[in-house]
């Protein structure tokens, strides 16, 4: 779903349009349980957080944002991070496996990919589910981590970089 689509959906379900509503929620469920999962690292608070975004997407969908996918994986970004914060716990590689590329069937090579994710920072492991995962531009990533745009793109090259040499 393009971010005008997606606009317009809201834009339904602001005026109470059910059918809007689960169209977005089909859409946006995994890419945003994937980017949820990779913070909190726990099938079970993913889930209640998941279930949370929709909920406040639901109540109060936004008007007129220009970029509402971004705006959705904020929502998401933010509540998981509030969540770690209030649990003040770490994520372990187990927790994680299964939502690291929604995507992905080969399980050997997810799980090389899960582990290779689990040895990046915590920014750069951000960055990649955001770009491929939600795939939210480098600009709306920036946004979302409040960083610059170079940055951003750094970070995820290095990333990239970093996981082509752990998988090669």
């Known amino acids: 779903m393009t971010d005008s689509e997606l606009s317009l959906k809201l834009n339904k379900v602001h005026e109470g349009d059910i059918q809007a509503f689960e169209d977005i929620y089909n859409d946006m469920k995994t890419p945003i349980m994937t980017v949820i ?9 993913a889930e209640d957080l998941l279930q949370e975004v929709f ?11 220009s970029k509402p996918r971004a705006y959705i994986f904020k929502t998401a970004v933010n509540l998981a991070i509030d969540s770690l914060r209030a649990e003040d ?3 372990s590689l187990e927790e994680c496996e299964g939502f690291m590329f929604a995507n992905d069937s080969d399980s050997g090579m ?7 994710m689990g040895k990046l920072d915590e920014a750069k ?3 990649v589910t955001l770009h491929i995962n939600a795939g939210l531009k480098f600009r709306e990533i920036a946004e979302i981590m409040g960083i610059p745009l170079g940055t951003a793109i ?3 090259n290095e990333a990239i970089k970093k996981l ?4 090669s």
């Open 164 to 167: 082509r040499e752990m998988l």
């Open 154 to 156: 750094w970070r995820y």
């Open 89 to 91: 716990r770490t994520v």
């Open 110 to 116: 997810k799980l090389d990919i899960e582990r290779a």
């Open 55 to 65: 909920v406040k997407l639901y109540r109060s969908p936004p008007k007129d944002v």
């Open 125 to 127: 492991r951000r960055i």
């Open 37 to 45: 999962m990779r913070v909190v690292g726990n099938r079970e608070t």
